[in-house]
T-cell receptor, first 110, second 113 residues
Framework: GENVEQHPSTLSVQEGDSAVIKCTYS??????FPWYKQELGKRPQLIID?????GEKKDQRIAVTLNKTAKHFSLHITETQPEDSAVYFC?????????FGTGTSLTVIP | NAGVTQTPKFQVLKTGQSMTLQCAQD?????MSWYRQDPGMGLRLIHY???????DQGEVPNGYNVSRSTTEDFPLRLLSAAPSQTSVYFC????????????FGQGTRLTVV
């Protein structure tokens, strides 16, 4: 099956700096890549997603890039704010199943 | 529009007991799934369903059963609870496994003693 690896596991940045989280996947058949944000004690929430026919997608301060050849995709958060502090999960879907990374705990220091 | 409703929020079971976690969605989503979340391991798929009457195993199905008699409901049954099943469980639904959206329930924190 699919194997999704996510790095780093923890990330601390100063408010206003950028944060980058990277994921790799193993199954070239994966064609949908969502990112989720999970605040402490809350449910995961979709923040952005990208499909395999697109290389980059942006939504305000958040962007995702996909390199199909290298089988990796990344989440970029610019101008970070304290409310961005949370655990972020990447995922890959091959069509019927989602495979999640192990999460990145992001702390934005005011 | 309630989204995905998952109950209960907390549960303590004794080893060997059985129980059912309830999940219902009102968005007419075809795809529903159950995950468990353990520290340092992300979300792992237990079972999923692509429509009423159709279920399939995910990554960690042992010890769990599901059924999908209606589009709205997707209960998860623990047959004989074990301490290894102590976890946080999330139900999720989406239009399909190909997105564009996945809605999660509020989660169930299950402790098996």
């Amino acid at each position: 099956g699919e194997n999704v690896e996510q790095h780093p596991s923890t990330l601390s940045v100063q408010e206003g700096d950028s944060a980058v989280i990277k994921c790799t996947y193993s199954d070239s058949a994966s064609n949908y890549f969502p990112w989720y944000k999970q605040e402490l004690g809350k449910r995961p929430q979709l923040i952005i997603d990208i499909r395999s026919n697109v290389g980059e997608k942006k939504d305000q301060r958040i962007a995702v890039t996909l390199n199909k050849t290298a089988k990796h995709f990344s989440l970029h958060i610019t101008e970070t704010q304290p409310e961005d502090s949370a655990v972020y999960f990447c995922a890959a879907s091959t069509g019927n199943q989602f495979y999640f990374g192990t999460g990145t705990s992001l702390t934005v220091i005011p | 529009n309630a989204g995905v409703t998952q109950t209960p929020k907390f549960q303590v079971l004794k080893t060997g007991q059985s129980m059912t976690l309830q999940c219902a969605q009102d968005m007419n989503h075809e795809y529903m799934s159950w995950y468990r979340q353990d520290p340092g391991m992300g979300l792992r798929l237990i079972h999923y369903s692509v429509g009423a009457g159709i279920t399939d195993q995910g990554e960690v199905p042992n010890g769990y059963n599901v059924s999908r008699s209606t589009t709205e409901d997707f209960p998860l049954r623990l047959l004989s609870a074990a301490p290894s099943q102590t976890s946080v469980y999330f139900c999720a639904s989406s239009y399909s496994s190909l997105g564009p959206e996945a809605f999660f329930g509020q989660g169930t924190r299950l402790t098996v003693v």
